[in-house]
């Protein structure tokens, strides 16, 4: 193994974005028992660390792929393509309409109705985002334009954990 290799490398996966996650999941807990600090325990305290540097990075690689949105960001960055969500916001105009009006939505939801019409809108959205995403890594090679659609998911993402925070108001007795 290399700490340096790339997660998909890491855990012996396919470097696509769709992936199956029972595999993932059965690729890390077979390393995670391979490389668990206390398998090393009888070989001292250095043999520890660098076993704990590994369960670190295998941890780190885990959980990067399970999560669609890091994934996809993920893979665009080994196609020298970085999303840079944090400087780089530009947005196709259209998108950042729905947006705006996604957002006065749910400030003018006067019920746990309205909150929840929104938010089957924006997961059908997401859905139809990550199917995108889906299409333009695995099919058509095309990081660039995945990556603005990781930005434009990035968004929604924030979005539905305000629209779920709305409904847990509604819930909670608002």
């Known amino acids: ?71 996809a960001a993920y893979l665009c960055e080994l196609s020298g393509v970085p999303v840079q969500a944090e400087n780089n916001t530009a947005m196709p105009g259209d998108f950042l309409m729905q947006q705006m009006m996604w957002r006065e939505a749910l400030e003018e939801a006067g019920s746990l109705k309205d909150v929840e019409a929104l938010a089957s809108e924006v997961h059908t959205q997401r859905k139809a985002r990550l199917a995108r995403v889906t299409d333009l890594l695995d099919v058509q090679h095309n990081a660039a334009l995945a990556a603005q659609e990781v930005r434009a998911l990035m968004f929604i993402e924030r979005l539905g954990d305000e629209i779920d925070q709305r409904i847990e108001q509604y819930e909670d007795g608002l």
Not at 35 to 60: I, K, L, S, T
């Open 1 to 71: 193994m290399n700490l340096d290799a790339d997660d998909f490398t890491l855990l012996g996966l396919p470097k696509t974005f769709t992936l199956d996650r029972a595999q993932l999941d059965t690729q890390w807990k077979t390393l995670q028992a391979q490389v668990h600090p206390d398998r090393f325990a009888a070989e001292g305290a250095a043999a520890q660390r660098v076993a704990m540097q590994w369960a670190v990075r295998v941890n780190e690689a885990h959980q990067r792929l399970k999560d669609p949105l890091k994934r």
